[in-house]
């Protein structure tokens, strides 16, 4: 049976976001319903508050950073550069209870985004310095929902190759995956 729930840690509330995830439904985020009540604390303890500005970059595209973000309040925006069309593009728009830099956080590779504060922005920061200081067994449980996680994107990019396919033909998507193949051989 689980106990009370830690109280949320200083700074956290955003009194000017209309909209805000309680600290109390982080532990309901898939990513951590499977902790007990010691391994909560335990990671709630490693959680860091952070607030970011309007228009200020959390992270740059290409930065070594590995922290994983999860908003509180406030909207975050995600871009990215492409070499081909110059430019900056827009990839996602995500509001409070969504979780953004995981990746960079699992495999230690430079961002592949620019994350940007586009209001006041509230969140709670796990660092891999964070993680590695867990108990064996939180960072087990992590790791395992990290993988039902993935394993959600990469049934939606599936799903959104099959539409490509039947949008462009299969010439246009074959010369696209090529181009991923060469990027980034397996």
Known sequence: MRQSRPQAPLGITDAMSSTRYPFERVREHLLFQSLEDAEWKALTAALLPSRFSPGQ?????????????????????????????????????????????ELSLLTG??????????????????SSEGLILLPLEVQVKLYRAWSQIISEHLYWLDSMFADLLEQRGVENVASAMALLHQRYPS
Not at 116 to 126: G, P
């Open 57 to 101: 970059v959390i992270f740059q595209e290409g930065d070594p950073s590995s922290d994983l973000y999860m908003i509180l309040s406030g909207v975050v925006e995600l871009r990215r550069q492409y070499v081909r069309h110059p430019g900056d593009y827009w990839l996602a728009t995500l509001h409070a209870g969504r979780l953004f830099g």
């Open 109 to 126: 590779r430079r961002r592949s985004f620019t994350a940007v504060s586009m209001t006041e922005v509230q969140t709670l920061r796990l």
